[in-house]
């Protein structure tokens, strides 16, 4: 058994090498095909950083009347947290208003000279509410409209957030539904592909295959070196891949930071190397296997 499968094997190295340039078609296709993969998981992770950092810069805001007593607030903050659509909350009080207020204009001595002249704080207490998916916002504004402590609300922002919150749910869908469709277009346009280039070398062994029938090979004798080679497509193409994302990524890394500053491209890529070669290399033995498997089954009739 072990002498049968170092033969398969042997043959499935010599297949390959003896094909030349149908070798080298199949296996540029495989690549290409892994690129657009490796490329469309590391948009995925782009488009979710950029989600999360536009996502984390909206929020409910709630502000309340001046006499609103402290008390009160806490309590309706504490209401408010019991709602499972609620990241998280955080209170600021008119204290703690005013103070960001005069960091934020420390450069602007016009407002530092009107607030040394106020009497008193003119700044209102709030409370900046956050959801786990920005379509909870609207559970949340619901909750806020229909609770008895709206008496204390003196603004609440959401109406002014309405249009981005919907926006923004309406491009996670899309993205993740357009990810995933094009993968699927993408990978059965590539083991179609490779279907072909690998029908091309059986058909060009189809007198070694007669004579190997003739002489009493097995089907799986047959079968085996053809598997083979599309697992060698698929581990050759799964490393040249990566190491043609690498310098790629690399290069348009400090691009993406300007849009993105929350994302360091080349970072993410060296830390999750093994991780993107190991996705790369199932992938593209998948589409070299699959692809030889149905080949065999429709050509060779064995």
Known sequence: MLTTLFRIIKYGFLGFWRNGWLSTATLSIIVLALLVFEGLMIFNVLTKTAL??????????????IDTPEDDILQIKKSLESLAEVKSIEYISRDQALEIFRQRHADDPTIAQSLKELKENPLLASLNIKAHNPKDYVTIADYLDKTHSKIWFEKVTYAQNAVVIERLGKIIDTAEKGGFVLIVFLALIAVLVTFNTIRLAIYSSREEIGIMRLVGASNSFIRGPYVVEGIIYGL???????????????????????????MNLWSYFTSNLIGILGYQLLLGVALGVISSTIAIRKYLRI
């Open 52 to 65: 999360e950092a536009i996502q984390d810069k909206i929020d409910i805001s709630v502000y309340f009347k």
């Open 236 to 262: 050759l193409a799964g490393v040249l891949s990566v190491i043609i994302a690498a310098p790629i990524v690399y290069f348009v890394s400090p691009y993406i930071k300007i849009f993105i500053s929350e």
